[in-house]
């Protein structure tokens, strides 16, 4: 197996500037869009109900057991 160089010669790159530059609406070479990042649809709305109930519900039996154990010492 041989290794070339693995990156390619701006001479012969399409959409290059001379000395390598990108210019100005050009998407880099090898490189994604900025489009292409983060979800591909908005999150559901309303999830956040359930695990902030169960979080409350532990919430309230902590301190409602530090509060009785406060109270029978």
Do not use: C, Q
């Amino acid at each position: 197996m041989s290794t070339g160089n693995p990156d390619p010669d701006p001479r012969t790159t399409p959409g290059l500037e001379p000395g390598g530059g990108v210019p100005p609406g050009e998407t880099p070479p090898a490189e994604g869009s900025t489009s292409e990042a983060g979800p591909r649809h908005a999150a559901p709305k309303g999830w956040s109900k359930g695990p902030l109930t169960a979080i409350l519900v532990v919430v309230v039996l902590v301190a409602a057991f530090f509060l009785v154990y406060a109270l029978l010492l």
